[in-house]
């Protein structure tokens, strides 16, 4: 095989070798963004049971008189 074909072979290669790296970055990218959606998601409902809770506790102690 001539030394300018196999050349032309390692460019492509480097070429989607930097095309992989970028993509593996982004999957990386959005992983962290999906993880962090799904922790906020869990932080509001844990803060809505919390107020629902509150709720009940208040309704409690107006049934004894607190």
Same mark, same amino acid.
């Given at each position: =095989?001539?030394? *300018?074909? =196999?050349?032309? %072979? @390692?460019? $492509?290669?480097?070429? /989607? /070798? #930097?095309?992989?790296?970028? /993509?593996? #970055?982004? %999957?990386?990218?959005?992983? *962290?963004?999906?993880?962090?959606?799904?922790? !906020?998601?869990?932080? @509001? $409902? &844990?803060?809505? !049971?919390? @107020? @629902? %809770? &509150? +709720?009940?506790? #208040? +309704?409690?102690?107006? #049934?004894?008189?607190?």
């Amino acid at each position: =095989m001539p030394i *300018s074909v =196999m050349n032309a %072979l @390692e460019d $492509k290669v480097r070429e /989607q /070798q #930097k095309t992989i790296d970028a /993509q593996a #970055k982004r %999957l990386e990218t959005l992983e *962290s963004q999906m993880g962090n959606q799904n922790q !906020q998601a869990i932080i @509001e $409902k &844990q803060s809505r !049971q919390i @107020e @629902e %809770l &509150q +709720a009940q506790v #208040k +309704a409690l102690m107006s #049934k004894i008189n607190v």
